[in-house]
């Protein structure tokens, strides 16, 4: 028996491309002689499709999209196991099927429907009886899907019902600081059914999701057999043998998983590609500011749509230094993109000029601070009105966090690839990318960001000599403040345990809490931590609920019976209890 793993990219609701690739994919894995070609979850309708499976239109024409697949393959060719949306008696499921020799051969339904972090599957899908095996040219397939092995349970009545191999179709997001997680999980369900196990995850970037791939096989003694690489799309045909010890597959290349800072700028890469390609955008746009955020989002666009597609603008005022000036325009430079200076002066005093006699009487403020941002962001998104390019803002977690940042000027643009990295993290990103190349990567090798960019005193650059330490913790003391209040929900006194002074974590708190207005009107970004802002945090914007900094730590010896259970963060955003 021949296997083909198509590790593939989907768009969501482009239901005849996703189909014209499994077309072409087949024929594809018929030509390597493959017998069976198994694609992703929801592959048919792409992953996630959200409240489009509430809408009837949709579910009719994501049935007869697969049923006009199964008349193209109405041949002697392989069969094809796909995941799609289905409709049955009043409802939805998220479903694979097995198209054979021109039909829908088997039907099986998802069970175990993921609830939490950026997964809302309860509110539009039917939760599936538990399933059989599917019978197919003499092996019994079973066909758990993503989520189903996550628990026991699935898995455990398939092989109990005679299932011999394992089919997983995933469409599991990514998570930089995941190890080996989804790995740990599939050994978990060898280990318990016996059964070798096929697991085979898209790759691609869908709104803030970035999916990547990394699909594997394990043999029934939990050995890797086979490791596909991440971000790429890849179809791979594994050739299966039936022993006395039940189906053995051949070994095939095992690549290595990429971790670390070049996981989370793949990641970033791609889901910028992803996000100005699947929209139908020419080009991108950003303000350049000698900075280190718009610095990386410039790389990152570089790396991702090529330098032809990247237009940076300086927008200098009377506070910009002549070194950011220089430094905006070496990075440039060293990318190769359009790079256009206008200064903001006369329109910045033409808003003062206006509201002069408004303002008379009153010092010069944020208020001042915050016109030369909403001038700069007026501006940019003039650029992008004229010539379509769609604006990159370029604001890190840090500063989206705390409120750091300005509406409608800085915050203006369409997707920020840097939104769920903390400015220490993007320090290290950018350091990487000096040193590294991306797969696929569109832009030059070697420097790209100047040395100087990295080693300055960061600064908004608003007022005088302003850094942003004048308002802020420094970035290693707020990242790990922040990290505990939003990827632990570490409560304050246990923050102030690790040594934090009890002023600036409440200052941190209670900053966090009264910026959530500002992240709901702030663009989408890619999501690479394990709880980012917008799908996985969802916290009101009118909250008057602060802790009591002197309360007993919840980690307190004697408290810990009051504590509920959690578990460790899952790969796909989840816990492992």
């Known amino acids: 028996m021949k296997i083909a793993l198509a590790q593939l990219n989907p768009t969501v609701g482009d239901l005849d491309g996703n189909a014209r690739k499994v077309v072409a994919v087949r024929a594809d894995a018929a030509a390597k002689g493959a017998d069976l070609v198994v694609f992703p979850e929801l592959f048919i309708t792409g992953y996630p499709p959200e409240d489009l499976v509430l809408k009837p239109a949709f579910q009719a024409a994501a049935r007869a999209r697969v049923l006009a697949l199964t008349e193209e393959f109405n041949d002697e060719g392989p069969g094809v196991l796909i995941g799609t949306i289905w409709a049955e008696e009043g409802k939805v499921y998220n479903a694979v099927v097995l198209i054979e020799k021109g039909e829908v051969a088997a039907v099986r ?24 095996p599917i019978p197919f040219r003499g092996l019994k397939i079973g066909a758990p899907i993503c989520e189903d092995i996550w628990t026991e349970e699935v898995t455990e009545c398939l092989a109990e019902c005679g299932a011999e191999i394992l089919i997983v179709p995933n469409g599991s997001p990514f998570d930089w600081k995941k190890s080996d997680v989804r790995l740990n999980v599939a050994v978990a369900r060898v280990t318990e059914s016996e059964l070798p196990l096929i697991y085979v995850n898209q790759v691609g970037g869908q709104d803030e999701l970035v999916f990547d791939g990394g699909s594997f096989v394990l043999d029934a003694k939990r050995r890797l057999v086979l490791q596909m690489p991440q971000w790429d799309e890849q179809i791979v045909v594994t050739d299966w043998t039936k022993t006395a010890d039940g189906w053995q597959c051949a070994t095939g290349n095992i690549a290595r998983i990429v971790e670390g800072e070049g996981a989370a700028y793949a990641a970033c890469m791609l889901g910028v590609h992803d996000y100005v390609n699947k929209n139908g955008f020419p080009s991108v746009v950003l303000g350049l500011s000698g900075g280190i955020d718009s610095a990386l989002v410039a790389a990152l666009a570089v790396d991702a749509l090529g330098p032809d597609r990247v237009h940076a603008v300086m927008l200098p005022y009377r506070y910009t230094s002549e070194a950011s000036l220089k430094d905006a325009a070496d990075c440039a430079k060293a990318l190769g993109i359009r790079y256009d200076v206008v200064p903001i002066a006369a329109p910045v005093e033409g808003f003062e000029t206006a509201l002069a006699d408004l303002f008379e009487g009153t010092n010069a403020d944020i208020t001042e601070e915050n016109l030369q941002s909403r001038t700069r962001g007026a501006i940019v998104m003039a650029i992008s009105n004229k010539f379509g390019g769609m604006v990159l803002t370029t604001g890190n977690k840090s500063e989206m966090s705390v409120g750091y940042a300005t509406l409608y000027g800085d915050m203006n ?22 040193a590294n190349c991306a797969p696929h990567a569109k832009g030059p090798a070697g420097i790209v960001i100047p040395e100087n960019i990295l080693t300055k005193v960061p600064t908004a650059e608003l007022r005088e000599n302003q850094t942003d330490q004048d308002s802020l913790p420094p970035y290693d003391v707020l990242d790990d403040i922040l990290s505990c209040l939003v990827e632990k929900e570490m409560s304050v006194p246990d923050i102030i345990a690790r040594g934090h002074a009890p002023e600036v974590v409440k200052k941190v708190e209670r900053l966090l809490y009264i910026s959530e207005y500002k992240r709901r009107q702030a663009a989408p970004g890619v999501k690479i931590s394990s709880r980012n802002f917008g799908r996985d945090r969802r916290y009101p914007i009118t909250n008057r609920f602060r802790e009591d900094m002197n309360a007993r730590p919840a980690s307190a010896a004697s408290d810990k019976a009051n504590v509920p259970k959690t578990g460790a963060p899952r790969a796909d955003g989840g816990e492992v209890v």
């Open 413 to 434: 643009g369409g997707f920020n690839p840097v939104k769920d990295l903390y400015k220490t993290e993007v320090y290290r990103i950018a350091a990487w990318r000096n």
């Open 109 to 132: 339904y998802k069970v175990d429907l993921p609830n939490y972090g950026v997964f809302d599957e309860k509110r539009v899908f039917a939760t599936g009886p538990l399933p059989g």
